[in-house]
């Protein structure tokens, strides 16, 4: 069966630090991956997301960015953190034939 | 683009009450259509989806959802809750571009 892994859980970082949210999938080949943002009262907004290996949209110009260095593996980053950054990550894959999506535990970010 | 709107941003019922939670989705074209629940402290799970074929889609857990095409609309419904169906719910559309767009979803508190 497919699992996914999305670590850390939670994190606190200062304003001004680099992020490095990592996002990886088993059990499947050549999946879609994406990055959500959830902030309450406003739903799910899509962050990025990958059909292939470097291969990378984004969807909210912003101050972060994504990468997809194998086909398992996707990371969330930042060069340096705002306050308006802090939320809640959620990594998720989907089969390349189509939905549904499959979401990650979440990574509950705070920008201090 | 397509968007999603959720009636009801917030919904209290007693236990037993009937559950009708609205979604209305812009899309125009063939559109495959979903409902996520994340319970208190989980991850955002499937509860059903909706691709072709009978409008009155099933779930999990007693839940059942209705496309009505003319009216852009995919509401979900629940004879009668539990205390156990206290979530948040979001309504999520897929119109082939393999990204879904959810609405701000609705938190359903139901009390004993």
């Known amino acids: 069966s497919q699992t996914i892994h999305q670590w850390p859980a939670t994190l606190v970082q200062p304003v001004g630090s680099p992020l490095s949210l990592e996002c990886t999938v088993e059990g499947t080949s050549n999946p879609n991956l994406y990055w959500y943002r959830q902030a309450a009262g406003r739903g799910l907004q899509l962050l990025f997301y990958s059909v292939g290996i470097g291969q990378i949209s984004s969807e909210v110009p912003q101050n972060l960015s994504a990468s997809r260095p194998q086909d398992r593996q996707f990371i969330l980053s930042s060069k340096k953190l705002l306050l308006s950054d802090s939320g809640f990550y959620l990594c998720?894959?989907?089969?390349?034939?189509?939905?549904?999506?499959?979401f990650g535990n979440g990574t509950r970010l705070t920008v201090t | 683009a397509q968007s999603v709107s959720q009636h009801n941003h917030h919904v209290i019922l007693s236990e037993a009450a009937s559950l009708e939670l609205g979604c209305n989705y812009s899309?125009?074209?063939?559109?495959?259509l979903f409902w996520y629940v994340q319970y208190p402290g989980q991850h955002l799970q499937l509860l059903l989806k909706y691709f072709s074929g009978d409008p009155l889609v099933k779930g999990i857990k007693g839940f059942e959802a209705e496309f009505i095409k003319s009216k852009f609309s995919f509401n979900l419904r629940k004879p009668s809750v539990q205390w156990s169906d206290t979530a948040e719910y979001f309504c999520?559309?897929?119109?082939?571009?393999?990204?879904?767009?959810f609405g701000k979803g609705t938190m359903l508190l139901v009390s004993p």
């Open positions: 999520a559309v897929d119109s082939g571009y393999s990204t879904l767009t």
């Open positions: 998720a894959w989907m089969r390349r034939f189509g939905p549904p999506l499959h």
């Open positions: 899309y125009g074209g063939t559109v495959n």
